[in-house]
């Protein structure tokens, strides 16, 4: 049974992205662990120091949230009629990073799904703080459903590769997982950084090609605009792409963010849902 792990904050954007991965995963036999935090900052230092006046104000946070998310989960039950699926609920008086980390672990959790929570009208702002922070420490892939949008089958799935590093089975597990599931098509695409590709390169295409063959992807070579983010939304539109997979590289990724932080700036950019599949170095 697939392990989906649904972080909310009762909003709008959350509550999409929930309805988005119950439709997304409908055939799917799911456990959804519906899991919201909350650290007041009034409770932050006392309750590292232990203080009893702030007790009190925990136990009321708790008890009103229990009731909060039971509703929900009983709401979601209701509206779902999905025999395959079933909810657990989970709440904590932590960080959103710190306590999807320790569910993720502790239940083997194998995706999370999460809206973008960026925010409204902020150019600045690509991506929400929380959520951003999750991508950096997710030891399972992240779904990102954009603000806005709607379920529809992914039938058009881009993968975004440098090349520079290696292939395997596990890495492309969940791409291929939604490849067979909607019978989809998948397409490669490189942003025209060199000529030609080196040895390593041609090496770790050749292995993508092997392990994507019975799908008859299709590549491309994009030019570099003006920066890598501005080469991914032209392929998205040219193709009319509905489904945008990466691979996250822990040292690409942070050097990423400090140089053009590409993951960032797409979440926010695009309407379609993106899929980072985590790799440790």
Partial sequence: MLKVLLPTDFSENSRNAIDY?????????????????????????????????????????????ETEINEFREELELTNHNPKHQFITHIALESLVDEVLQVTIKESVDIIVMGTQGATGAKSVFLGTKTMNVLRIAACPVLVVPKGCFYKAPKEVALVTSYKRNFSAE??????????????????????????????????????????????????????????????????KELDIDFLTMVKYDHDFIEGIMREPVIKKVSFSVEIPFLVIPVEN
């Fill in 21 to 65: 991965a119950l439709h997304f995963y409908k055939e799917v036999e799911c456990t959804f662990y519906l899991l919201h935090t909350y650290t007041p900052t009034a409770m932050r230092i006392d309750y590292i120091l232990g203080s009893p006046g702030q007790i009190g104000l925990g136990d009321n946070w708790l008890t009103e949230t």
């Fill in 171 to 236: 890495v492309l597990a969940p791409l291929k997982s939604v490849l067979s599931r909607f019978e989809s098509s998948v397409h490669i695409m490189h942003i025209n950084e060199e000529e030609r590709l080196d040895f390593t390169q041609e090496s770790n295409r050749n292995t993508l090609d092997a392990y994507l063959n019975e799908f008859d992807p299709t590549y491309h070579w994009m030019p570099n605009f003006t920066n890598k983010t501005k080469s991914i939304q032209v392929f998205l």
